[in-house]
Structures are given as C-alpha cells and as structure tokens.
C-alpha cells in the first residue's frame, strides 16, 4: 500500500506562482512513475505531468513551458512548480503513483487562480 498526501495548493492571481508537493509514504520502494493530474470543474479528470524514477518527464501541451515536475527520491516527495498561472488552471490537483502492482491517488488539493 502506498499513501499520498498532497499540500501546497491555494488561492494565486493570474501570473502567480505556487508549488504543490505530494509526499510518498509505505512500499514507496515499489514507486515508478509519479504525476499530477487535475480536474476543472465541471470536467473530467485529466494529465498534468508525470516523471519517472529515471527523471524522464512528461508535460501537457497546455502546461508546457509554465509547469516543472521534479521528484526527491530519497524524500518520497514529487513536486509542481507552476508558475504563469492562469484562470484555466484553477482545478483540484492528484497526485498519482504507478507501482509494481496497483496505481495510487491522493485525496487532492485545489488550486485556485483569480482573474
């Protein structure tokens, strides 16, 4: 079992910063990719970026060039910088492992950009 605590989210006007982490914490030695995800509103739940163990990252088209997912493995942790923040980006944000088994999410934070 693999429990995710997510933190960091908040309330940013448009073209601010915030970093949100996502802590690791039981067979985390079973861990391979880590991501973050959102869900808008009133949408359906989608990718936001992930990284592999190895450090390979994977990126949004809608987030690229504003967002950077970073792991310290031997913190547990995952991380999402954002900066440039937009209205659009006002979601809740998972956190989301892959293991050797199942995947695991966290219970999420939301993140809320002012216009």
């Known amino acids: 079992q693999v429990q995710l605590v997510e933190s960091g989210g908040g309330l940013v006007q448009a073209g601010g910063s915030l970093r949100i982490s996502c802590a690791a914490s039981?067979?985390?030695?079973?861990?391979?990719?880590m991501g973050w995800y959102r869900q808008p509103p009133g949408k359906q739940r989608e990718l936001v970026a992930s990284?592999?163990?190895?450090?390979?990252?994977n990126y949004a088209d809608s987030v690229k060039g504003r967002f950077t997912i970073s792991r310290d493995n031997a913190k547990n942790t995952a991380y999402l910088q954002m900066i440039n923040l937009k209205p659009e980006d006002t979601a809740v944000y998972y956190c989301?492992?892959?293991?050797?088994?199942?995947?695991?999410w966290g219970r999420g934070t939301q993140v809320t950009v002012s216009s």
């Open positions: 039981g067979t985390i030695f079973t861990i391979t990719t």
């Open positions: 990284i592999a163990k190895g450090g390979s990252t």
């Open positions: 989301n492992v892959l293991t050797v088994g199942p995947s695991y």
